[in-house]
């Protein structure tokens, strides 16, 4: 990058762990606990909780009858949270920008055989204090378990008992898709799938509003990046059983659409750091092929061969305020989901059971 970057930089995060909220019940009664937990130990932070209460509002009818059909349990979470939060208090803000870098390996490539995804999640230091891990143990539904924030259920960065993972990824673009359905509702249904190339079917199929990636994983190992703005949706498959996921598009139909100038916080430079992150993890990858199992994994996205940017990032857009506040390693089919409270080089993870 350049001899003006500093060599050492303070911890971003203190030393702790990221709290796990757990419940069981019923899809209304998990929905209540959930929201009962965020108004009581998370005062004043409604974020998600207002976005959840819009949820009805943004339903289509293809929508509906994708989610009644294949996630049928999530409406009744949902309308346990609604229920129990009271209307929105004002309208929910927008996402932000954020950096993070996502991960899928087959079983091909670890050493014991199962495969492993995740991610980092780069954004702000102040957002490692509000990071949970959600369980929910819903009657005769999926299992979740996922890194999210209080009053949301999905999260993007986990697993549900399916075996099928999502690891998401901010794509800076310059134009957002005005069509589709939602990345929540596309994700929701991928979830309890059991395919990722029918995860990926459904989004060139209905498209998917906004902008972003979603790098998908299934029990069987395979994965692949779903890429959606303004140039429509996109499917980035791994190469070699390893698919990596960073900021930028590459896709043939999102690719055009790639920018950064508009955003908050954003340089040009931001664009290469993106490609150094995901085609370095994906070599990184590749050289240890047949050695990945989860601790490596997290080794490797402590990586600081770009300091202090880079996988395991200390500073974003040159603000040393942003930057790698949680590195999330999942293995979706032994129930397992090991995550550290900001950057993996210096903080130990917790391993968390479904």
Known sequence: MGNELPRVLPRMVPEGRVPL???????????????????ENYPGYRRRLDEVCMWESRMTPTARK???KHAPHVPDVIRGLVDTCGPPEKPAPGGGTWGCTSFGLSGKVTLDGHP???GTRDVHREKAFQHIVLRMRIKDAPTILVHTYPGDILGLMGFWSTGM????????????????LTSAQWAFVALA???????????????????GNCLVSDPE??????????????????????????NHPEGP????????????LMRA???EDSRIRMHGLWSRFYTERGRLSAPKVMQLLADHTHFPTGVCSHMHGGNTEYGTTAAIVAEPTRGLIHVTRGNPCCNWPTTYEM
């Open 21 to 39: 909220a757990a419940f069981e019940g019923t899809a209304y009664e998990c929905g209540e606990q959930f929201a009962q937990f965020t108004l």
């Open 66 to 68: 994708l989610i009644e």
């Open 116 to 118: 492993i995804s995740g």
């Open 165 to 180: 993972s999502i690891f998401s990824n901010a794509l800076y673009s310059r134009e957002e898709s005005k069509t589709g």
């Open 193 to 211: 799938g059991s395919s990722a190339e029918a995860a990926a079917e459904l989004a060139e199929e209905h498209g998917l509003q906004a902008s």
């Open 221 to 246: 190992g395979c994965s692949m990046s779903v890429e959606f703005n303004g140039g429509g949706v996109s499917i980035v498959p791994a190469k070699g059983g390893i698919a990596t996921h960073a």
């Open 253 to 264: 139909k999102t690719a055009p659409f790639e920018a950064v100038e508009f955003l908050e």
């Open 269 to 271: 430079d931001d664009l």
